[in-house]
């Protein structure tokens, strides 16, 4: 088991440019979160994702940010004409299905795409 | 709002000696869950241990155990015979309620460091 796949580990964009990063989750596990993590800080939750719905965006920017989880293939956190406040590490995580003897899900977390904009 | 607040920034402990890290978190929600979390340099985030509301007994793992103190809303991390590869920045992190259970709440971090 792969574990959560995150790619590219790194990247660098100038302003403007559009950076997409990816996140294919654990094998059988159909949630997938996004996280920020900017320097010095905690991760801040964004967005929450299952199969071609997104469930909860509470934490997403209103503009520029957007985010997918297509029926085949990995989730992608897209960022558009991206500025310097949006270098950070993006962080992916997901999950089984809950069951209720589970209780809240534990999280499986990716190791980051640290994205640097220039 | 619900917060975690972790109010130690840096810790240092002697190997084979323990360390607690605080952390205190604020809710009116009955039903919740607490976690802490490890980030080792290579920034993979890896669960250390995690502990529902509603039960009152500590969990341990190994050499973590934590004191969860509901009416104080505390819930430090114990480590006991602290080794070098438990340097690492710990996050303490929450869940509330019955709904998304992959919406946390984390803290600021505290960066532990282990001398030989």
């Known amino acids: 088991n792969a574990g959560v796949m995150q790619n590219p580990r790194h990247l660098v964009r100038r302003r403007g440019q559009e950076a997409r990063l990816r996140c294919s989750p654990m094998k059988g596990h159909s949630h997938v979160y996004w996280y920020r993590q900017l320097p010095e800080e905690g991760l801040k939750f964004m967005v929450y994702?299952?199969?071609?719905?997104?469930?909860?965006e509470s934490g997403m920017p209103k503009e520029r940010f957007s985010a997918e989880f297509p029926k085949e293939g990995p989730s992608i956190l897209r960022i558009q004409q991206v500025v310097r406040g949006d270098s950070a590490a993006y962080f992916c995580a997901s999950s089984p299905q809950r069951t209720r003897s589970s209780g809240a899900n534990v999280l499986t977390f990716g190791a980051g795409s640290r994205l640097t904009v220039l | 709002a619900q917060t975690v607040t972790q109010s130690q920034p840096e810790m240092s402990v002697q190997e084979a000696e323990t360390v607690t890290l605080s952390c205190t978190y604020d809710?009116?929600?009955?039903?919740?869950?607490l976690f802490w979390y490890k980030q080792p340099p290579s920034r993979q985030m890896i669960l250390v241990i995690r502990q529902e509301a509603y039960k009152q007994q500590n969990a341990t793992e190994n050499r973590f155990s934590v004191n969860f103190q509901k009416a104080a809303k505390s819930f430090s991390l114990k480590i006991s015979d602290s080794q070098l590869g438990d340097a690492a920045m710990y996050f303490c992190a929450s869940h509330w309620g019955s709904g998304n259970t992959g919406k946390l709440i984390f803290g600021q971090g505290t960066t532990l460091q282990v001398k030989p």
């Open positions: 809710t009116s929600e009955s039903d919740y869950y």
């Open positions: 994702l299952q199969k071609e719905n997104i469930i909860d």
